[in-house]
């Protein structure tokens, strides 16, 4: 059963706490995203990683961090910087040089700040 | 400024009805558009994808329509079921130099289908 795995479903997160959202493939795609989406507004790319040991910075990346030791993984970090961290998280993956480089999402973590 | 606009922000149609859903674009130099549908609480799957030279596209009871020189899409939802309920989102992708290419996403149509 192939795809992307995202846990928790659900996240609670009292302020000054940094926490992990975790991300999963088994589709053997080189690249892999971090999304953040609130109501009203388009998908924000925080990071992505298109190789291993290798990520960049997306538009909305300070707060967050990330890290890609294994093909497979690609975790969230959530810092206690991130002013307002509350809202839904998506993962997402790319097979790159495939057409349209078309993108799989996870189906994503909802974090809440308490 | 979003360089992707979605119209209208929501709807509500009959179960059985039809209905088109508008997606305006600013992104240079173009790709290709898609559009995704998104389940409340789910992550977006993919419903069609069209490069610059395709006009339309099917995915079923949906159709995507493409004019690359006005830079504007449409999908339409024919006899609509009660399972369209959902958001559905145009993204368009950058032509780059690299295999990046830049998603621009818009902020979705919220379509619910009523008894």
């Known amino acids: 059963d192939g795809g992307i795995t995202q846990s928790p479903k659900y996240l609670f997160r009292k302020e000054g706490q940094n926490v992990t959202l975790s991300c999963e493939q088994n589709l053997n795609h080189d690249a892999m995203y971090w999304y953040r989406q609130d109501p009203g507004q388009g998908l924000r790319l925080i990071y992505y990683?298109?190789?291993?040991?290798?990520?960049q910075k997306g538009d909305i990346a300070e707060g967050y961090s990330v890290s890609r030791e294994k093909k497979e993984s690609f975790p969230l970090t959530v810092t206690s910087a991130q002013k307002n961290p509350t809202a839904f998280y998506l993962c997402?993956?790319?097979?790159?040089?495939?057409?349209?480089?078309?993108?799989?999402f996870g189906p994503g973590t909802r974090l809440t700040v308490l | 400024k979003n360089q992707v606009e979605q119209s209208p922000q929501s709807l509500i149609i009959l179960e059985g009805k039809n209905c088109t859903l508008q997606?305006?674009?600013?992104?240079?130099?173009?790709?290709?558009l898609r559009w995704y549908k998104q389940d409340t609480g789910r992550g977006p799957v993919s419903l069609t994808i069209?490069?610059?030279?395709?006009n339309t596209k099917s995915n079923g009871r949906y159709t995507a329509t493409l004019d690359a020189d006005t830079k504007q899409s449409s999908l339409h939802i024919t006899a609509s079921q009660l399972s369209d309920s959902a958001s559905y989102i145009c993204?368009?992708?950058?032509?780059?130099?690299?295999?990046?290419?830049?998603?621009?996403f818009g902020a979705g149509t919220q379509v619910v289908v009523t008894p």
């Open positions: 997606c305006n674009y600013t992104v240079s130099p173009f790709s290709n």
């Open positions: 069209m490069t610059f030279s395709e």
């Open positions: 990683s298109q190789i291993v040991n290798d990520f």
């Open positions: 997402a993956s790319t097979a790159t040089g495939a057409n349209y480089n078309e993108q799989f």
């Open positions: 993204v368009v992708s950058e032509r780059t130099t690299d295999s990046w290419g830049k998603l621009q």
